[in-house]
Every structure is written in C-alpha cells, then in structure tokens.
C-alpha cells in the first residue's frame, strides 16, 4: 500500500492538485479573516468566531471533496484510461494508496486552515484547535469514500452535483432541521462534530458525541468496504468512459 501511496504523491507533484490543497486553506482562512475585520463579524467574541468559521468550512467540505475527487479520477482516466489502476498487482493496495492519499491531503489541508487562521486570529488553547482538527479529519473519510467511488463510476460531473447538494444539506444540517438528523448524514459529520464541541460541554457533547459514534463508524467501516470491494472486481466498462 505504501508504495501505491508513493507513487500517487509522485503523480501530484507539479499539479494542481498539490497547489489546491495549499492555497484552499490560505484562501479561506484570509477571507474569513478580512470579514471579521470588515464587516460585523468583529462584534463577535472568541467562540462565535471559530464557530462560524468551523461550520463555514464544514459546509465547503463536500463540495471541495467532489471537485478533487473527480480531478483525481480525471486524472487517471486520462492516464490509459485507467489502466494504471486496473492492470497493477495488488487493486486492494492501489485503491487504498489512493484513497489515503486522498483523506491525508485534505486532513492536511484543514489543518493548514485552522493554523492559518489561529495565526491570523485571536484563538482557542492548542488542545482544543487539536480536537477540532481530529473532528474535522475523522469526519472527512467516509465522504472521501462515496466521491471517490463516484467519481471512478460515474464521473466527476456526478461527484460534483451530489458535493453541491451536500453542501447545501450541511448548512441545513448546522440548523433546528438537522437537530437529531446529522448524525445519519456523512456530508454534515465533520462541520457539525467540530463546531458542536467548540459550544457544548459536559454532558451535552458526550450525547452528541455517543450517538454520532453509534452511526458514524459503522457506517464508514461499510462505505469503505462496499467501495473497496467494487473497486478490486470491477472491470474496465464498469468506470466512466
């Protein structure tokens, strides 16, 4: 797997891939950053602020996810028309060298965010930014999982559409509709686990938490294997193009 992991870092490098998961996170955390300034989001204290800007990037998550999901498989369509990815040895170790390499790049990516923007910024204490990194990160995979699998079957046109609509389904998710509803939504799991800890405390996060953990691993576990094993038996007629 490492080696598959290798040589899809070495397919980035001078892409722009590499680029977006660098200048996504300034480009956020600057914005955001010159709105606080500028506009009335000044007026809010320390906890408002990061928790706008958690939700802010919680709700672009799935539609970034798509875009470089789609790039990727773009990429290698265009590249033999995926024979890189059907023809090698082992399909278990390239699916899952691409997919880590995938879930890691965006991890980096948000973690940029957050550091960019604590920098540029008054900000929590570091444990708390850390937990919010591991919220935002572990909440990613299992979208990372279906847009990938999109993107292979049907393309990136799809993979975007179904971003654009989670997108919008996770802002929903942030209000009074999505109260008790999240939880069974993997495009709201990330924004809603980071900005949800930032407010609640004590009991209230560890029931929100506890009823998070009873969907969200399951569910991931089976995204991944479903779309583990479609990939190791799929043919060539059965990706887009």
Not at 118 to 139: Q, V, Y
Not at 196 to 223: D, F, K, M, N
């Amino acid at each position: 797997m490492m080696n598959s992991f290798k040589a899809s870092l070495y397919s980035w490098k001078g892409t722009a891939l590499a680029w977006v998961h660098l200048l996504l996170p300034l480009g956020a955390s600057l914005l955001f950053s010159l709105a606080w300034r500028g506009t009335s989001l000044r007026n809010l204290d320390l906890v408002k602020l990061w928790q706008l800007y958690l939700m802010a990037l919680g709700g672009a998550l799935p539609t970034v996810i798509a875009a470089v999901t789609g790039a990727v498989a773009a990429q290698e369509e265009g590249a033999g028309h995926y024979q890189n990815l059907l023809t090698l040895p082992s399909r278990s170790r390239t699916y899952l060298g691409k997919l880590l390499l995938l879930w890691l790049g965006g991890s980096l990516s948000l973690g940029l965010a957050l550091l960019l923007f604590a920098l540029m910024n008054p900000a929590p204490r570091g444990t708390a930014l850390l937990t919010e990194f591991l919220l935002l990160s572990a909440g990613t995979l299992a979208p990372y999982a279906i847009h990938f699998w999109l993107s292979l079957k049907w393309g990136g046109g799809a993979s975007l559409g179904l971003g654009l609509l989670a997108s919008l389904l996770c802002l929903i998710s942030y209000t009074a509709l999505g109260d008790g509803l999240w939880y069974y939504f993997p495009g709201s799991w990330a924004g809603r686990l980071a900005a949800t800890h930032l407010v609640a405390r004590g009991e209230l996060w560890a029931l929100e938490l506890s009823r998070w953990l009873r969907v969200g691993p399951p569910v991931t576990g089976v995204l991944l294997l479903a779309s583990f094993l479609w990939f190791c038996r799929c043919e060539e007629a059965s990706l887009r193009g």
